[in-house]
């Protein structure tokens, strides 16, 4: 595929500014409220909030927090934490938790609430990455193509601030995919897919039902101010993302 189709995920890229991200081609599904059926409140209940341990001396230096601090009911499901990734190597390790910037605590919580009410919980993949894990990536996979060959600073992933992302719905159903007992929504292709139909606004390949899934998400992450990298309908950067700083020495825990 060509250099422009290349994961962010995997990446360092500049964000996609707010306005690129809501200027969908005509053939695109525009976001939809179109939801379960369901009076799912803006907030989770006291009872479905974590009780999430306090976070390494070095990760609160580094104004880091657990994204279930932020969202209580997010699903997590960090796939480089297992070997079900690109890579097909573990990069992070055991006990490894989605740690996100305190700049996106706004954006998460508006962003997820509007899900909430949809009926939609927030599923993530991938949070705050290591520079070290990006080098390891590099390493292995030595294609700029794919992954971008490490960089001088942090930035997406390496700083904190952007996340990929998924939706499921809040209430048990039957569905083909489950993580954690909860029914993912069909995005049209599954995690770091390389192919054209990754794109966010992409319709080749990529049916109905999933171009407006895809709407959907966008729709709620814009809302908080995070931006879909148009390559990926799974990556959003939040504010600054694109902002080289320097690298963070903060464990995945």
Same mark, same amino acid.
């Given at each position: =595929?060509?250099?422009?189709?290349?994961?962010?995920?995997?990446?360092?890229?500049?964000?996609?500014?707010?306005?690129?991200?809501?200027?969908?081609?005509?053939?695109?599904?525009?976001?939809?409220?179109?939801?379960?059926?369901t009076?799912?409140?803006?907030?989770?209940?006291?009872?479905?909030a974590?009780?999430?341990?306090?976070?390494?001396?070095?990760?609160?230096?580094?104004?880091?927090?657990?994204?279930?601090?932020?969202?209580?009911?997010?699903?997590?499901?960090?796939?480089?934490?297992?070997?079900?990734?690109?890579?097909?190597?573990?990069?992070?390790? /055991?006990?490894?938790?989605c740690?996100v910037?305190?700049?996106?605590?706004?954006?998460?919580?508006?962003?997820?609430?509007?899900?909430?009410?949809?009926?939609?919980?927030?599923?993530?993949?991938?949070?705050?990455?290591? +520079?070290?894990?990006?080098?390891? =990536?590099?390493? @292995?996979v030595?294609?700029?193509?794919?992954?971008?060959?490490?960089?001088?600073? /942090?930035?997406? +992933?390496?700083?904190?601030?952007? @996340?990929?992302?998924?939706?499921? +719905?809040? $209430?048990?159903?039957?569905?083909?995919?489950?993580?954690?007992?909860?029914?993912?929504?069909? =995005?049209?292709?599954?995690?770091?897919?390389?192919?054209? $139909?990754?794109?966010?606004?992409?319709?080749?390949?990529?049916?109905?039902? !999933?171009?407006?899934?895809?709407?959907i998400?966008?729709? !709620? =992450?814009?809302?908080?101010?995070?931006?879909?990298?148009?390559?990926?309908?799974?990556?959003?950067?939040?504010?600054?993302?694109?902002?080289?700083?320097?690298?963070l020495?903060?464990?995945?825990?």
């Amino acid at each position: =595929m060509s250099s422009s189709s290349a994961s962010a995920s995997t990446t360092s890229r500049p964000s996609t500014t707010a306005a690129s991200a809501t200027a969908s081609p005509p053939s695109a599904v525009r976001p939809s409220t179109a939801g379960p059926a369901t009076t799912a409140a803006t907030t989770p209940p006291a009872s479905s909030a974590p009780a999430v341990a306090p976070l390494s001396a070095a990760a609160r230096r580094a104004g880091l927090v657990d994204v279930r601090t932020v969202v209580p009911d997010a699903v997590v499901d960090l796939r480089y934490a297992t070997s079900a990734n690109f890579t097909h190597v573990r990069l992070y390790p /055991a006990g490894a938790r989605c740690l996100v910037h305190t700049s996106m605590r706004s954006g998460l919580r508006t962003a997820a609430a509007r899900l909430r009410q949809q009926g939609y919980r927030l599923v993530f993949w991938d949070c705050y990455r290591p +520079h070290p894990v990006q080098v390891q =990536m590099f390493r @292995i996979v030595p294609d700029p193509e794919y992954v971008a060959r490490p960089g001088p600073y /942090a930035r997406s +992933h390496e700083s904190g601030r952007s @996340i990929d992302v998924t939706l499921a +719905h809040a $209430r048990p159903g039957t569905c083909t995919t489950r993580v954690q007992g909860h029914c993912l929504l069909g =995005m049209g292709t599954g995690f770091d897919d390389f192919s054209d $139909r990754a794109h966010a606004y992409a319709t080749d390949g990529v049916g109905a039902g !999933a171009r407006a899934h895809r709407a959907i998400l966008r729709a !709620a =992450m814009l809302d908080g101010g995070l931006a879909v990298y148009v390559g990926e309908w799974w990556h959003f950067d939040g504010p600054g993302a694109d902002v080289g700083r320097p690298f963070l020495d903060a464990p995945l825990h």
